[in-house]
Nanobody
Framework: QVNLVESEGGLVQSGGSLRLSCAGSGTFVSINDMGWFRQGPGKQRELVASVTRDLSPKYLDSVKGRFTISRDNVKNMVYLQMNSLEPDDTAVYYC??????????????WGQGTQVTVSS
């Protein structure tokens, strides 16, 4: 099992920056994709960014050029650098990890969620 712990989010002004981090710990064979989902008020959860184990990133169109995802495979951590934040980025952000266990089992681990609020 893998436990994911996210850093605190926060309140920032429009145009500001924030960096989220997520640390994985536990017993597992490997962690494959890692990334971040978010769910804004009254909205469905959406995939913001993901990164493969070989560091290939993907982004939601609306955050391209503003957000950067990175990971540290040694520390089992994933980061989300968010720049030029907009009020529409206000959401609870959840990190996730695709985990492989002994015996070939796979599952998705989730962080507890962290609130990011962007004021206009």
């Amino acid at each position: 099992q893998v436990n994911l712990v996210e850093s605190e989010g926060g309140l920032v002004q429009s145009g500001g920056s924030l960096r989220l981090s997520c640390a994985g710990s536990g017993t597992f064979v490997s962690i494959n994709d890692m990334g971040w989902f978010r769910q804004g008020p009254g909205k469905q959860r959406e995939l913001v960014a993901s990164v493969t184990r070989d560091l290939s990133p993907k982004y939601l169109d609306s955050v391209k050029g503003r957000f950067t995802i990175s990971r540290d495979n040694v520390k089992n951590m994933v980061y989300l650098q968010m720049n030029s934040l907009e009020p529409d980025d206000t959401a609870v952000y959840y990190c996730y990890a695709g985990v492989r266990l002994e015996g070939g089992y796979h599952y998705t681990a989730w962080g507890q969620g962290t609130q990011v609020t962007v004021s206009s």
